[in-house]
């Protein structure tokens, strides 16, 4: 079976600010790993992916985000945050057989000015 | 030029009626799929095709049917709709069934 877990369901982080969103996931097969952006009444845009090879990645908006195989975990960083980043952020997995990507329950990153 | 696109964005509708949601990618997709975002913003697969056969079907209530006339086509109908059927549905596709989503803006489905 495949599990994501995002253990905070809100982050409030002041403007300029680093944050960090966490992501863990639970497989027993090799993983792709995801993280969608969802901004208010708004569909899910890709930030950035983990297909294999080099364990940074780097997405759009400045994100980024570091596969860790032994923790099992996807955490989302960001060196300084906007306020145009207020959103709702999505860590989802695909293991390899199965079809279907499963999303974690999101954290809402809240920007203070 | 919209890459996926799901109509209507809102559908406000009485209990007991019939509505259906239209999908149309532009991406020459093999995968499509239905999401169910709830109020809690939990996001949960409904259905998935690939090239028009269903290869996913959650544990989802029989009145939920998908259709795919086409690969750039999926299309939701609900029969006898229930409150608890309030919710934001996503359509979305991908390259291919190992491929990441592209997801369409979302249809808010309310029932009254």
């Known amino acids: 079976a495949q599990s994501v877990t995002q253990l905070d369901s809100q982050v409030p982080v002041f403007e300029e600010a680093p944050v960090e969103l966490r992501c863990n996931y639970s497989?027993?097969?090799?993983?792709?790993l995801f993280w969608y952006v969802q901004y208010p009444n708004q569909g899910l845009q890709l930030l950035l992916k983990?297909?294999?090879?080099?364990?940074l990645v780097k997405g759009i908006n400045g994100f980024e985000a570091e596969f860790n195989k032994s923790q099992t975990s996807f955490h989302l960083r960001k060196p300084s945050v906007h306020i145009s980043d207020t959103a709702e952020y999505f860590c989802?997995?695909?293991?390899?057989?199965?079809?279907?990507?499963?999303f974690g329950t999101g954290t809402k990153l809240q920007v203070i000015p | 030029d919209t890459a996926v696109s799901q109509t209507p964005k809102y559908l406000v509708t009485q209990m007991g009626n019939d509505k259906s949601i239209k999908c149309e990618q532009n991406?020459?997709?093999?995968?499509m799929y239905w999401y169910k975002q709830d109020s809690k913003k939990f996001l949960k697969i409904m259905f998935s095709?690939?090239?028009?056969?269903?290869?996913i079907n959650e544990t989802v209530p029989n009145r939920f049917s998908p259709k795919s006339p086409d690969k750039a086509h999926l299309n939701l109908h609900i029969n006898s709709l229930e409150l608890g059927d309030s919710a934001v549905y996503f359509c979305?596709?991908?390259?291919?069934?190992?491929?990441?989503?592209?997801f369409g803006q979302g249809t808010r489905l309310t029932v009254v």
């Open positions: 979305a596709s991908s390259l291919t069934r190992n491929t990441e989503a592209f």
């Open positions: 497989s027993s097969v090799s993983v792709y």
């Open positions: 983990y297909l294999s090879g080099s364990t």
């Open positions: 989802a997995v695909l293991s390899g057989g199965y079809q279907k990507v499963t």
């Open positions: 991406l020459g997709h093999d995968t």
């Open positions: 095709y690939n090239n028009k056969e269903l290869i």
